[in-house]
């Protein structure tokens, strides 16, 4: 059974720092590309980084937020440097650029003073 499993959000401040965390497992991980999506309520889910043979970002987030995964603990990370304000939403993982995988419950980040 695939089951993707995402964490490390969280309440931070403008400018502050967080490192998401995703567990996959129920398939071979060894998907040549991964994802990182977040999704505000009320609009689509967006895809923001990827990383096939370069990284890949999308112009939100380029620059501040760094994709990386660690074949042998079945795991993707996304680093969240110098966040905003427009950052909050909840983030989801799954193979790019194309999902192909049932979502997991996501996990919630904010930003705020």
């Known amino acids: 059974q695939v089951q993707l499993v995402e964490s490390g959000g969280g309440l931070v401040q403008p400018g502050g720092s967080l490192r998401l965390s995703c567990a996959a497992s129920g398939m071979a991980f060894d998907i040549r590309t991964w994802g990182w999506y977040r999704q505000v309520p009320g609009e689509q889910r967006e895809l923001i980084a990827h990383?096939?043979?370069?990284?890949v970002y999308a112009a939100s987030v380029k620059g501040r937020f760094v994709i990386s995964r660690d074949n042998a603990k079945n795991m993707v990370y996304l680093q969240m440097n110098s966040l905003k304000p427009e950052d909050p939403s909840v983030y989801y993982c799954?193979?790019?650029?194309?999902?192909?995988?049932?979502w997991g419950q996501g996990t919630q980040v904010t930003v705020s003073s």
């Open positions: 799954n193979p790019a650029p194309h999902w192909r995988f049932p």
């Open positions: 990383n096939g043979n370069i990284p």
